[in-house]
Nanobody, 119 residues
């Protein structure tokens, strides 16, 4: 079984930055593409970013491209999401995901961490 635990969420003013972390446990971690989704209240979950095991293949949603950076440290079993130039519309619960099974489809999900961006 794989467990994903997000951290780093919080409250930030528009234009500010946050870095989310996701610590993974379980031996399959090193084989997994990992990524991030987010969900605002009353809205559908949406894809944010994904990164392959080697880091050589990265995918960003259009809404965050140029502002967010996904990275990973396989030695620490951790994936990161650096979020810069945050906007109020970035407010959501952010979920770490792992084990890509198709285009923007993942098998494992974390519990989520709240990100709130104030105007």
């Amino acid at each position: 079984q794989v467990q994903l635990v997000e951290s780093g969420g919080g409250l930030v003013q528009a234009g500010g930055s946050l870095r989310l972390s996701c610590a993974a446990s379980g031996r399959p971690f090193s084989t997994y593409t990992m990524g991030w989704f987010r969900q605002a209240p009353g809205k559908e979950r949406e894809f944010v970013a994904a990164i392959s095991f080697s880091g050589g293949n990265i995918d960003y949603a259009d809404s965050v491209k140029g502002r967010f950076t996904i990275s990973r440290d396989n030695a620490k079993n951790t994936v990161f999401l650096q979020m810069n130039s945050l906007k109020p519309e970035d407010t959501a619960v952010y979920y770490c995901v792992a084990n890509q099974r198709g285009p923007r489809q993942f098998a494992y999900w974390g519990q989520g961490t709240q990100v709130t961006v104030s105007p």
